[in-house]
């Protein structure tokens, strides 16, 4: 290995440092289920914030990105109201010394108004491109409440028998972000087959894991 190659790695280890920092808390978004129609509450970070930590740490011209519809479909929500859903493919490309280093990820967002299906869709995949990098990371490996929200002291319940012996119960969050990581449609089956029979779960959960199971295997689809 050359002393070139060398310094390459610890400046692309040292961007990734700078990318990954913890966002300012005034990035942080909190969407109820009721608003987002997703049948769950979901914390991110803003679009705005994300630009502003690739333009501080890459500078004007030093990366960009853009976005490709992939699928535009229609249906009604239970209200009888019309909806438009959009799926696409975000592209960030950074422009580094040693040339162009590119990643894509796809995202999607239905909404009554097509401008901001559009605009949700867009700033879905960009997000989940930026993770890549490391920009707003937390918020897919579902730490940013645990680094940013403020909570009560709570008291930690007992740990059971169950917990001692390793058999911990997953959160639903850290559930969804396992189905978002999944690469292929026959694991996702599989998830699909063993929800239909677990008997630990209730029926609002099994309702939000299937819905997430079903977006996912549509993403899958259009790769």
């Known amino acids: 290995m050359t002393k070139e190659t060398i310094e390459s790695k610890l400046d692309i280890k040292k961007l ?6 913890p966002l300012d808390k005034k990035a942080i978004q909190r969407s109820k289920s009721e608003d987002t129609k997703k049948g769950y509450d979901t914390t991110g970070y803003g679009y705005q914030f994300i630009v502003n ?24 929500y239970k209200s009888g109201t019309k909806f438009v ?5 975000a592209t960030i490309v950074l422009n580094l010394p040693n040339g162009q280093v590119s990643h894509s990820e796809y995202g999607g967002h239905q909404s009554s108004n097509l401008t901001d299906a559009l605009k ?24 940013i409440d645990e680094d940013n929200q403020d909570q009560p002291e709570v008291k ?11 058999e911990t119960k997953t959160t639903l969050n850290e559930t969804l972000l396992m189905i978002d990581s999944i690469k292929d449609t026959g694991t996702l089956e599989q998830w699909k087959k063993k ?3 677990s008997k630990t779960l209730n029926d609002i959960h ?9 977006k996912r295997l549509e993403e899958l689809k259009e790769i």
């Open 16 to 21: 990734y440092d700078e990318l990954s920092k």
């Open 53 to 76: 930590r690739f333009n501080e740490v890459l500078g004007i011209g030093g990366w960009n990105w853009s976005f490709e519809e992939v699928e535009r479909a229609e249906g009604t």
């Open 85 to 89: 859903s959009i799926t696409g493919k």
């Open 120 to 143: 949700g869709a867009s700033t879905n995949a960009l997000k989940k491109t930026a993770a890549f990098f490391g920009v707003g990371k937390d918020a897919f490996e579902g730490s």
């Open 156 to 166: 930690k319940p007992a740990i059971t028998k169950k917990e001692k012996d390793g």
């Open 195 to 197: 929800l239909e029979t």
């Open 206 to 214: 099994k309702r939000v894991i299937e819905a997430r199971l079903e």
